[in-house]
Nanobody, 125 residues
Framework: QERLVESGGGHVQSGGSLTLSCVAS????????MAWFRQAPGNEREFVAA????????TDEDSVKGRFTISRDNAKNTVYLQLNSLKPEDTAVYYC??????????????????WGQGTQVTVSS
């Protein structure tokens, strides 16, 4: 059974950093496109970053430009999201997602087939 498990969330001060990890099991990780989304209280889930099976990546330039970096390690079945220069508005539950379309690089949540349970990131000012 396909499973995604996120970790690495926590409570940090504004300007701090965190590294989120998402370990996949039950699927051929190297063939899947991966992404991170986030959802703040009262808001819809929004795209943060994506990386395809070839390692090409994309981030939401408006909200996380130059601060967040997505990467993957196929040997460890893991996708990462490095969060730097965190701001209070980055507070949200961060979700990992996987798409069976390995070459995909999209912000559309309906293109992703599997989702993790989320990890909370809280940034205080």
């Amino acid at each position: 059974q396909e499973r995604l498990v996120e970790s690495g969330g926590g409570h940090v001060q504004s300007g701090g950093s965190l590294t989120l990890s998402c370990v996949a099991s039950g699927l051929t990780f190297s063939r899947h496109g991966m992404a991170w989304f986030r959802q703040a209280p009262g808001n819809e889930r929004e795209f943060v970053a994506a990386i395809n099976r070839s390692g090409s990546s994309a981030t939401d330039e408006d909200s996380v430009k130059g601060r967040f970096t997505i990467s993957r390690d196929n040997a460890k079945n893991t996708v990462y999201l490095q969060l730097n220069s965190l701001k209070p508005e980055d507070t949200a539950v961060y979700y990992c997602a996987a798409s069976r379309i390995g070459g995909i690089l999209t912000r559309r949540s309906d293109r992703y087939n599997y989702w993790g349970q989320g990890t909370q990131v809280t940034v205080s000012s």
